[in-house]
């Protein structure tokens, strides 16, 4: 699992050598497109979470003309592994938003200090229990602190910084953010407190420790549900020897619960590998939660 996210760190280093020198920044310009200013470029912000004793960096998106009207409230889209992902993401936003299959939102990507201390943290944050020792991570298991981090710290401090609606809030993660993203949900069911219901696990890693969040699913001691899931994963990952058959085995393990108000969409990415299918599953997850 680490290793693929060694391949985007060495390009995005070999990035940065080739271009030393920024061009310069056009001030005022008009918009590119009808959609190109539907949301306002990430601003990053420092948060330090005393559930994980570490600081994050939580970049925040605001959709246009939101200080127009001060009493609107906005749903609430929250990415993990923000380092990588948030600028994508609010890139195929716009579009998306502009031709109206998604509403307009507050984003919320949640990342570290830069791209290489996100690739040696994540798995610290993001899964649970300790990985066995063939997954050779430094340091994993915290993704109980990771949850109370969300659920009484950042989810505080955004609801108070915010207009924003938590009944219409989705956490969107990809691979170990997948899996904690599913996590976060179940053991939610565990707690019975919803804080989001809405989960978007794009290429989630299902194999971790012996598919351990098939585990959890079989011991949850709950009759109802009342979640939107989309979990989704590229061709090319799922003809891996770990994930061969995993993403239909998990699907039919929560529909033989009979969990009431549970809605859940599978969808396979064909031709798609582990890191390309990560924005086309946060796009069409996004959009299936917000669908009527």
């Given amino acids: 699992m680490k290793n693929k996210w060694i391949g985007i760190l060495l390009t995005t280093i070999l990035i940065s050598c080739e271009h030393k020198e920024k061009p310069a920044v056009v001030k005022n ?5 009808e959609f190109s200013d539907y949301y306002d470029d990430p601003v990053p912000e420092k948060f330090y979470s005393h559930q994980v004793s570490d600081t994050f960096q939580v970049f925040t998106s605001l959709p246009n003309r939101y200080a127009d009207d001060p009493t609107r409230k906005y749903p609430l889209i929250l990415l993990l592994d923000g380092n990588g992902f948030i600028e994508s993401l609010v890139s195929e936003l716009k579009f998306n938003t502009y031709i109206g299959v998604v509403p307009k939102a507050v984003i919320v990507g949640i990342g570290y200090k830069d ?6 943290l994540r798995g610290r944050d993001y899964t649970y229990p300790v990985g066995l020792p063939e997954y050779e991570f430094s340091i994993s298991g915290g993704a109980n602190k990771f ?24 956490l969107c993660g990809h691979s170990l953010g997948g899996y904690f993203a599913l ?15 809405n989960i978007v696990s794009a290429s989630p890693s299902l194999h971790y420790n012996h598919r351990y969040l ?4 079989k011991n949850l001691n709950a009759n109802d549900l009342p979640a939107k899931i989309y979990i989704s994963m590229g061709s090319e990952d799922m003809a891996d020897e770990e994930s061969k058959g995993v993403l239909d085995a998990f ?27 990560a924005m086309p599953g946060f796009i069409k997850g996004i959009t299936y939660v917000f669908e009527k």
């Avoid at 791209?115 to 040696?120: C, P, V």
């Avoid at 529909?255 to 031709?271: Q, S, V």
Wanted: glycine share 2%.
């Fill in 29 to 33: 310009r008009s918009a590119l497109t």
């Fill in 115 to 120: 791209f290489a201390t996100m690739d040696s």
């Fill in 147 to 170: 949850k109370k981090f969300f659920d009484d710290e950042l989810l505080v401090k955004l609801s108070t910084q915010y207009r924003i609606d938590l009944d219409k809030s989705v």
């Fill in 183 to 197: 996590f976060y949900l179940f053991t939610s069911a565990e707690e019975n407190r919803y804080s989001i219901k």
């Fill in 214 to 217: 098939f585990e959890m699913v």
């Fill in 251 to 277: 699907e039919k393990q929560l529909l033989e619960k009979n969990y009431k108000g549970l809605k859940l969409k599978k969808a396979e990415y064909t031709n798609f590998g582990h890191i390309d299918a």
